[in-house]
Nanobody, 121 residues
Framework: VQLQASGGGLVQDGGSLRLSCTVS????????MGWFRQAPGQDREFVAA????????EYGDSMKGRFTISRDNAKNTVYLQMNSLKPEDTAVYYC???????????????WGQGTLVTVSS
């Protein structure tokens, strides 16, 4: 299973970005999906997760109301819409896939390579 994240870049404070993550390989299996981020010198932080059925979505506390996770199972792709971005959102964002139907902050089996998001003040 391979995960390819894209959509990162440089954006100004208050701007928006949409990240995408496409799953390839064993795509007959549908995975619970999540996004994490890691800023320089900091631990990896949970951003958001979405269930296989797209019914359950969970967010990290600082992302609630600003970030939205969604998925298109026909395209094997999960998205992270990020609005009202702040400089403290600057990090490498990673997508992850889980064999759990309803993943949360842990239990992921596969990881993408990350995409850099930089928010300038």
């Amino acid at each position: 299973v391979q995960l390819q994240a894209s959509g990162g870049g440089l954006v100004q404070d208050g701007g928006s970005l949409r990240l995408s993550c496409t799953v390839s390989g064993r795509t007959r299996v549908t995975y619970g999906m999540g996004w994490f981020r890691q800023a320089p010198g900091q631990d990896r932080e949970f951003v958001a997760a979405i269930s296989v059925s797209d019914v359950i979505r969970e967010y990290g506390d600082s992302m609630k109301g600003r970030f939205t996770i969604s998925r298109d199972n026909a395209k094997n792709t999960v998205y992270l819409q990020m609005n009202s971005l702040k400089p403290e959102d600057t990090a490498v964002y990673y997508c992850a896939a889980s064999h759990l139907s309803v993943p949360g902050k842990s239990g992921y089996n596969y990881w993408g390579q990350g995409t850099l998001v930089t928010v300038s003040s």
